[in-house]
């Protein structure tokens, strides 16, 4: 029993130092200038598509296709 306890103290140490080693490579990435002006662009091109998607004109484009489906179905 004390060897399994042994092992499991051990994992437990191990899987603290990965997780600490990957908690400082995430936030190395997250600092980088280069990354954030990327996630930045990422986030803006996303605000535009979701304003176009959500736009009067892209709902009552919707509308419109979706009544000719309904009429082309009914045939």
Do not use: C
């Not at 004390?2 to 990435?29: E, M, N, P, S």
């Not at 419109?64 to 082309?72: E, I």
């Amino acid at each position: 029993m004390a060897g399994r306890a042994d092992k499991v103290a051990a994992a437990i140490k191990a899987g603290g130092a990965t997780a600490k080693q990957a908690a400082a490579k995430v936030h190395d990435i997250a600092t980088d200038p280069v990354v954030q002006e990327k996630a930045r662009k990422l986030a803006e091109n996303g605000a535009k598509a979701y304003r176009a998607a959500t736009s009067p004109e892209a709902k009552k484009a919707y509308r419109q296709v979706a009544a000719f489906l309904k009429k082309t179905r009914r045939k």
